[in-house]
């Protein structure tokens, strides 16, 4: 691939911080951002696709504060590959009630996945979604088998397209599966189209887990994205129980307007206008799922 530009290849996050026009509850968690930098303390991959703006961890416990969230999960975000360096450091601050989704080859001696376990992993991530990624889909039941002792999930951030057989996967795997960014649909197929209808069915049968999440990368009418509103209201009647939400902050490798993470939570008001239901996608789903106390 060649190295990428050492100086930052996309843009930073949106600079103003303020709460959403209806107060998250109490306990509520963002189920999905990313820490990067400082670069000179935690380089990234040289075969990354991508070399994002400095968004250490002070500066992402300022937009929780600001969201009035009280935990968050930190996912591994592809620049880093296998080197969880970054991540497990904002998880080991203390700074917040943080949990973790990891990157792993599948590879690494128990002690090192106990050391993460203990830091706060709960799961690994697979991206078959972004260039350059590291693993395929075929190394999803090796990685599943490898993380089964300790209780941890697989995260899969891919298009429905590329999951042509999601019942199938699901079995093969046995373990929690998570699906990123609303299973990051085809629009202009529509609810309709028979890869998200799989998902549904999965869903619906608690067979898999949904990020409500990354709408901004399904459409750039921005702010409201109302593409996607079909999709998350899909998902929100076929099983709520299995819904989490997060911001995707610092919406990184995107080059449409940049969100800004109040609206993305008033979103969720529209795609989930019951107070129950949010409070669950909110509050009570993370807790179960990333085993917060």
Not at 64 to 79: D, I, K, N, Y
Not at 103 to 111: N, R
Not at 165 to 173: E, M, N, S, V
């Amino acid at each position: 691939m060649g190295n990428p530009a050492t100086s930052p290849t996309i843009r930073p996050p949106d600079p103003h911080l303020r709460a959403p026009a209806i107060p998250l509850p109490p306990g509520s968690c963002d189920c999905h951002a990313h820490v990067f930098g400082p670069a000179d303390r935690f380089p990234y991959a040289p075969t990354r696709a991508y070399t994002p703006v400095d968004t250490p961890t002070p500066m992402y416990v300022a937009q929780l504060r600001a969201l009035g969230c009280e935990r968050a999960v930190l996912v591994q975000p592809s620049c880093y590959g296998t080197d969880n360096t970054a991540m497990l450091d904002a998880l080991r601050s203390g700074s917040f009630p943080f949990r973790g989704v990891a990157v792993i080859s599948g590879h690494e001696p128990d002690e090192e996945l106990e050391a993460m376990h203990a830091a706060g992993v709960r799961g690994i991530r697979l991206n078959l979604y972004t260039r350059g990624a590291l693993l395929s889909l075929d190394d999803a039941q090796r990685l599943a088998a490898r993380v089964r002792p300790f209780g941890w999930h697989l995260q899969i951030y891919a298009s429905l397209s590329t999951l042509s057989d999601l019942d199938g996967l699901l079995d093969r795997l046995d373990r929690p599966v998570v699906i990123d960014h609303l299973g990051h649909p085809d629009v202009a197929a529509g609810p309709q189209a028979p890869g998200f209808r799989a998902l549904l069915r999965a869903l619906a049968d608690g067979r898999c887990w949904v990020k409500l999440s990354g709408a901004y990368r399904l459409t750039q009418r921005h702010p409201r994205y109302p593409e996607a509103l079909p999709f998350a209201r899909a998902l929100v009647a076929a099983n709520p129980e299995r819904l989490v939400w997060g911001s995707d902050w610092p919406h990184t490798n995107f080059a449409g307007p940049m969100p800004n993470d109040a609206e993305l939570a008033d979103l969720l008001c529209e795609w989930a206008p019951d107070d129950t239901v949010r409070h669950r996608i909110l509050v009570d789903n993370p807790a179960r799922l990333y085993d917060f106390p």
